[in-house]
């Protein structure tokens, strides 16, 4: 028996959540993110009114929970050593060839925790169109390109940002640079990279929310995607207070740039301790 989709919720072309009748007569409910990052489905049923959760196999709540760590180690690791960055050039602790090697080290753990996240959703359980109300799991894959799923867009733009500020981190390093020279090559990709991530936030909350405004508090994961869009929200001012003028060659504000970048960071790295607990039971079934 073919599955019946009693109805798809989402945003635009994007469907967060699938809810269709099961052959035995029950209701299956679909829903991206508890999919992707816990490997789990809701499925109701005849005649109760509450749901149970059943998991992907092993194989990829294994696979769920080692990639989740990874990414989350890295983005832990990663704001912490931004927030350090930061406090060096509030505090002068040292030079800017110190400053710019830590926030490089902190940009790699981001770079980590961008493409593992991706990998993540390349390589998530999807549910059985043949409506048994069950999650299978595909062979690994390092790449895949689905823009119609907004996880995996999210995922992509967020890895995207962290590339982007890779530019503007070896960029750092160039000495006896002119005011316009630090301004399109440290300064534009800084900015460009503050979007994608709040990009990359926006569809997040699309995801998690199913395309409309909501607060859910007894949601990890909606507690992770406000945290992180905090950040990117801190980094964007910072970037944007970070601009070098160029009558005076100083920054708009250089205080407001480094208190912006260093919360910034601790939101980030918050984030990623929230998500180390965003992960598959360790109990599937």
Request: proline share 4%.
């Amino acid at each position: 028996m073919a599955r019946t989709e009693q109805r798809a919720e989402g945003a635009g072309p994007f469907t967060t959540r699938l809810t269709w009748h099961l052959p035995d007569g029950g209701t299956a409910v679909w829903e991206s993110r508890p999919a992707r990052r816990r490997g789990t489905l809701a499925v109701r049923s005849p005649g109760s009114d509450t749901a149970r959760h059943t998991s992907a196999g092993d194989v990829a709540l294994r696979r769920l929970r080692r990639l989740n760590t990874i990414a989350a180690t890295a983005f832990v690791l990663g704001g912490a050593l931004f927030a350090v960055g930061a406090g060096i050039a509030q505090f002068g602790s040292g030079d800017a060839t110190t400053c710019a090697s830590v926030y490089f080290a902190g940009g790699l753990f981001f770079n980590t925790g961008g493409y593992v996240s991706l990998l993540q959703v390349v390589n998530a359980p999807r549910h059985v169109p043949g409506g048994e109300g069950r999650l299978v799991t595909g062979g690994w894959r390092w790449w895949s390109y689905e823009p119609g799923r907004v996880d995996w867009l999210s995922a992509f733009v967020l890895f995207a940002g962290t590339l982007v500020f890779a530019v503007d981190l070896l960029d750092s390093f160039l000495q006896g640079l002119s005011v316009q020279q630090i301004n399109r090559l440290i300064w534009a990709p800084d900015v460009i990279g503050c979007v994608l991530f709040l990009i990359s936030g926006h569809l997040g909350f699309v995801e998690i929310c199913h395309g409309r405004l909501c607060v859910r508090r007894r949601s990890l994961g909606w507690w992770i995607v406000a945290v992180n869009q905090l950040g990117s929200v801190l980094f964007m001012l910072s970037a944007v207070t970070a601009f070098t003028r160029p009558s005076t060659g100083s920054l708009v504000n250089a205080d407001i740039a480094d208190w912006g970048t260093l919360v910034g960071a601790l939101c980030f790295s918050l984030g990623g301790l929230l998500q180390l607990y965003e992960r598959p039971s360790r109990s599937p079934g």
